[in-house]
């Protein structure tokens, strides 16, 4: 697809769901100037859909993102302080299908989130601590355990990411159900669906459920990027672009 026209979408649509696949990973021993390339596209990222209702999936566990505007605990994704009739009522959804669709996500008391409450990350956190047993649900923050053993076991901790033996998933699971709750109020509204660089190493994360996103929601338009698979299938034609090229740099060119 054209970038311009990804653009035009990009401005129209209601609401914008962005996936961060591997692409977006920065591995250890990685140059810094990748690191750079990434942190500035998160800068980049964040001036496109500042002003959009959005949500964040990412398959980095570098936690960098937490560190550019659109990881801010301060700042609330604009969108969110709109009157929440105006949140829920897309156009065409009909009274009883938001109704049977609150009592399965019920409302939140405040429908205002900070830019940090919009990105979910499954495959977790690599700056926070958990043991390494799995002995405890418990995650604690960079330097909170001085010898950095695990306080209930004494086992050396590790990283809170898939990576770990026994991975304790509560450290992302609030904001997952965060992620569900908004992903609920996308049903028939113009969502565009950005995937960058999700390609088949863990497709269950990004890549799969999106399609399958984009194909229940008959108003979603799903835009792929990715450097060596960007195709969309065949149920997606009408209703998904391809572009191939590193999703980094292309969200850096500004598409
Ligand atoms: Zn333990």
Redesign the pocket.
Known sequence: MERMELRRRLDSCEKVLIGLGEEWKLQAGQEDGRREQVRKAYEVLYQMIKDKDYFIITMATDAVIYDTSLGSRKEQVSSAGRKEQEISLCNGVKEEMLARMERVFPKRETPRDSRWERIVAPCGNETWRQ??????K?IWEPGEISDD???????P?TRNTIDAQIYIEEGYLPQWERYTRWLAGTLNCDTLILELGAGFKNPGVIRFPFERTAYFNKKAFLCRIHKRFPQVTEELKERGGSILGDSVAAILEGF
């Open positions: 043991c390494s047993k799995g002995c405890t418990d053993r695990c306080p209930h076991c004494g086992a901790l």
